[in-house]
């Protein structure tokens, strides 16, 4: 049997933050440590090296972006150390700042839109397992930049793109769409050439194009 994976979880509120570890701990989560400033989240992510961390942007002791910066500088120093930033906004400078290095690991969910234990603990393995998963509304924000390349694609090309930065394979979009994954393929393809984008049959080689393409 695999070991649980083992979590840093950095939120201020008292109650989220009770609440978070009490539902990852019912589901088999190992929660190492929970904190609520900036600075002890960066210490808990050096000397605990978790196999995730999960992280509200605004934290003390600036109730800015230490949450982001402390996460930043752990992963300068331990890269690809997977990191699930969850905010009520979408902080579009803040997504970029993460999704910077392109390798993968992480995630950005708004808290607001999460509405099952299983949305969200598909979510932090995925991200835990090197993988990308983004909010649509975190995408759409993203997009907004390339409004002008995004209008070539069809509606339904943006449907795909939109699941693909989810970090979902041809076969869940499949299923999320209703439609056959061969149909799923052909989109991507399409999608891919409009955009100038290497095709590629990795999941998470798909959603890092799509972000550098998007980080552009």
Known sequence: MASPLRVVIAEDLFLLREGLSSLLKGHGFDIVQTV???????????DLRPDIAIVDVRLPPTNTDEGLRAALAARAKQPRLPILILSAHVEQLYAKELLADRAGG????????????AQFTDALRTVANGGTVLDPEVVAKLLSKHSSQVAKLSERERDVLSLMAEGRSNSAIAQRLFVTEKAVSKHCTSMFAKLNLPPSEDDNRRV????????S
């Open 106 to 117: 992480v995630g950005y969910l708004l808290k607001d839109r999460i509405f099952t234990d």
């Open 36 to 46: 609520d400033n900036g600075p002890a989240l960066l210490a808990a992510l050096l």
């Open 208 to 215: 890092l194009a799509v972000l550098a393409y998007l980080d």
